[in-house]
């Protein structure tokens, strides 16, 4: 079983890599073209997978950032969110692994209660954001803030490392009982 390791290639000079893993091809195609429109200090990498893992004959550069792209549409998806999973070596999952959530603007239409995706990425203690992606305007404010999340995980913001943003964004939830 190939697994993937935040520090098996050395980081590229200047640049960011993230790599989108969902089953909604299209959806990751316009966010990826979207975080490429963003202004980017560095040079910014954008790759797109179906499910991990990664066919190990690619040569592919160091990835900073993994997002698994949960569309709240189709059980299928998370499924292949779960079992991606698998294939991701448990040192990613300090600060690097972020979890996104789609197509919770049409509650009605879930096939995926919220409540399932949140315990998921509690039970990794990674980032949840939700976002509908089919609107322009929210697909765009995401990509800038996935960007942002990038920079910091691929070391380029002084200060800040990957370990401080998870700090911050679970710090921003609200505390669940179990947690008090």
Known sequence: MSVLRPLDKLPGLNTATILLVGTEDALLQQLADAMLKEDCTSELKVHLAKSLPLPSNVNRPRI????????????????NVEESLHHVDA????????????????????????????RLART??????FCDLEIGDFRATMA????????????HVPSVSALNLLSLLQSSENPSLEDL
């Open 124 to 129: 990794y203690r990674s980032p949840l954001l």
């Open 144 to 155: 800038q803030r996935l960007v942002r999340m990038l920079q910091i995980c691929a070391g």
């Open 91 to 118: 040192t990613f999952f300090l600060g690097k692994v972020s979890f996104l959530a789609t197509g919770a603007g049409r509650e009605s239409h879930c096939s995926i209660h919220r409540n399932t995706v949140v």
């Open 64 to 79: 900073d950032l993994i997002v698994f792209v949960v569309n709240l549409h189709s059980k299928h998806s998370l499924r």
